[in-house]
């Protein structure tokens, strides 16, 4: 059974930083690239980061330059960085394999002062 479960949301301030993880199993996890996603109230699922197997990564334009996906292969788990957060960054992020093929719960992330 693949399960991906999603840590590390909650309350920060505008300007913060906040380390999200998600923790895989049920899959080969260093032969997958993982994603990073998020959905704010009445908004769509959006893609914020990608990986791949071999460590590339790509971002979205709203996040680039603030947030950073990483992986750590031997804890099977792959990790979203966020810095210099804003309010618009507030949303439920969930963690999915590249294809989309499977997703975690997702975690609440709230930017407020």
């Known amino acids: 059974q693949v399960r991906l479960v999603e840590s590390g949301g909650g309350l920060v301030q505008p300007g913060g930083s906040l380390r999200l993880s998600c923790a895989a199993s049920?899959?080969?996890?260093?032969?997958?690239?993982m994603a990073w996603y998020r959905q704010a109230p009445g908004k769509q699922r959006v893609l914020v980061a990608r990986i791949t197997s071999d460590g590339s990564t790509n971002y979205a334009d709203s996040v680039k330059g603030r947030f950073a996906i990483s992986r750590d292969n031997a804890k099977n788990t792959v990790y979203l960085w966020m810095n210099r957060l804003k309010p618009e960054d507030t949303a439920v992020y969930y963690c999915t394999t590249w294809d989309t093929a499977y997703w975690g719960q997702g975690t609440q992330v709230t930017v407020s002062s």
């Open positions: 049920g899959i080969i996890f260093s032969a997958r690239g």
